[in-house]
């Protein structure tokens, strides 16, 4: 039986407001991917998606960022590479704090892309994650696209796990459409859905211009504050059972 990880991006609270409504989605992914206070969510954010991923039987994944609450973290800040591994450690660490069993890490937002390109920041985003693995005892796997940071993970011993969205363009050379370009963000529940059964089945996605892109990926995505998700997400589960694809944590 084929497999597939669905990660969500949750515990996405700002003032205290949740950005999603996380009590639907623990109940559709596998994997959450917890915000850890750098563009959203707080100590009790965190305690809550703790104790919804025991109740659903959902791995921890943490969710760090550029610290930039106002922005959400979708603005690439010019931080200093030994200041972006310090904050990319605290808030790993504040997530453990909480009392989550953290077993991957998953840049957020403009950090996630910056680290597919930029040699130095994803050098300090893989230290800090090592960092954290040397505290815990085992090492953290690095949940995203490619680029730099599967180099970097692979020099600081760390895991690399690829991942695949299913709410997101795709460009013809595997990267995402930038989310200020026509085609970024898909909406439609059912197109959701067969994208999940091609990419955990055959491995792969048709971009924007109609070609068709090999995405060799163990987890996929569905964004927890799009809108629709939780339909989008039950749809995608339908569909994989439907296709006799397990949906299941690879960590």
């Not at 596998?30 to 954010?45: E, I, N």
């Not at 943490?62 to 030994?82: C, I, Q």
């Not at 680290?115 to 130095?120: E, G, H, Q």
Request: charged residues 20%.
């Amino acid at each position: 039986m084929a497999s597939i990880d669905l990660n969500a991006d949750l515990g996405e609270t700002v003032g205290g407001v949740p950005t999603a409504d996380d009590e639907a989605m623990f109940g559709v992914v596998s994997s959450a991917s917890v915000a850890c206070g750098g563009h959203a969510g707080d100590a009790a954010s965190m305690a809550d998606a703790v104790a919804r991923a025991a109740r659903y039987g959902v791995a921890v994944g943490a969710h760090p960022s550029f610290v930039d609450p106002a922005g959400f973290g979708r603005t690439a800040l010019a931080v200093d590479p030994a200041r972006l591994r310090t904050q990319v450690r605290e808030q790993v660490a504040a997530l453990i704090a909480a009392g989550a069993d953290v077993r991957y890490v998953k840049p957020h937002g403009a950090l996630y892309h910056v680290v597919s390109a930029d040699a130095a920041r994803s050098d300090a985003v893989a230290a800090a994650i090592a960092d954290i693995g040397a505290e815990i005892g085992r090492a953290l796997p690095v949940l995203a696209l490619g680029g730099e940071i599967v180099r970097a993970a692979r020099e600081h011993g760390l895991p690399f796990r690829a991942e695949a969205f299913l709410d997101r363009g795709y460009l013809p050379d595997g990267r995402l459409v930038p989310r200020t370009e026509p085609g970024a963000l898909l909406h439609d529940p059912e197109e959701v859905a067969e994208r999940a059964v091609r990419l955990a089945v055959e491995g792969t996605v048709v971009a924007v211009d109609g070609s068709v892109v090999a995405v060799d990926a163990v987890s996929m995505c569905v964004h927890g504050d799009t809108a629709g998700a939780v339909a989008m997400a039950r749809a995608v589960r339908r569909a994989l059972d439907s296709a006799g694809v397990e949906v299941r944590a690879p960590w």
